[in-house]
């Protein structure tokens, strides 16, 4: 199985700062395809998750542009320029290459 | 606009036969490159995914839990559901369906997401 680490565990950011999330894989999750299938979620508080990234750095519809993702191989970073409180909730990765789909352990993002 | 929602019991002893519903509008299981998979999340805890139907009748299981799951779908009705046998306490979680973009085989993404149901597991 792809196992999907992500660091640090938890997050306390100002709002207006910048806040980066690390997600690193046991395997190139990079497919025959030529594409890596690496996508970012977000759980806000009492809700589901919502796609935020998907392919390491393409943005889902309607996400704002302060999200971004970046990285190759088996390193993978979510960065939000500007956090807002809106963003407060659990941030997970997950690779879509690879049965069995495997999700990272969540990394908590709160506000200061 | 895609929407599921998902139903089913939200109580269950050990041993019995857990039977979900997901409900979808705004696609077809019938159209090339549609999915529906399921996700659960015990309480505090990560994601895990458990099953993907494919447009095309192939279904896909987490090796960990095949002997126990089963997925199928109505197209007529636009359901999937979601079978879990011999149910235990460390089953408890909410259980999330969510629609699966296929590329080709495993590959894909899940786009969108039902709100979840909390299933509790106690004798």
């Known amino acids: 199985d792809v196992v999907l680490t992500q660091t640090p565990f938890s997050l306390s950011v100002t709002p207006g700062q910048p806040a980066s999330i690390s997600c690193k894989s046991s395997?190139?999750?990079?497919?025959?395809?030529?594409?890596?299938?690496l996508s970012w979620y977000l759980q806000k508080p009492g809700q589901s998750p919502k796609l935020l990234i998907y392919?390491?750095?393409s943005r889902f519809s309607g996400v704002p542009d302060r999200f971004s993702g970046s990285g190759s191989g088996t390193d993978f970073t979510l960065k939000i320029t500007r956090v807002e409180a809106e963003d407060v909730g659990v941030y997970y990765c997950?690779?879509?290459?690879?049965?069995?789909?495997?999700f990272g352990g969540g990394t908590k993002v709160d506000i200061k | 606009q895609i929407t599921l929602k998902e139903s089913g019991p939200t109580l269950m002893k050990p041993t019995q036969t857990l039977t979900l519903t997901c409900a979808f509008s705004?696609?077809?299981?019938?159209?090339?490159?549609?999915?529906v998979g399921w996700i659960r999340q015990p309480p505090g805890k990560a994601l895990e995914w458990l099953a993907v139907?494919?447009?095309?009748?192939?279904?896909r299981y987490n090796p960990s839990l095949r002997s126990r799951l089963t997925i199928t779908k109505d197209t007529s009705i636009n359901q999937v559901v979601l079978t879990l046998t011999n149910m235990d306490p460390v089953d408890t979680a909410t259980y999330y369906c969510?629609?699966?973009?296929?590329?080709?085989?495993?590959?894909?993404?899940?786009?969108?997401w039902g709100e979840g149901s909390l299933v509790t597991v106690s004798s």
């Open positions: 969510a629609h699966r973009r296929v590329y080709f085989d495993i590959v894909g993404l899940f786009d969108h």
């Open positions: 705004g696609f077809s299981l019938t159209t090339s490159g549609e999915g």
């Open positions: 139907a494919y447009w095309n009748g192939d279904r």
């Open positions: 395997q190139s999750v990079l497919h025959s395809d030529g594409k890596t299938h």
């Open positions: 392919e390491v750095s």
């Open positions: 997950m690779q879509d290459a690879y049965s069995p789909l495997t």
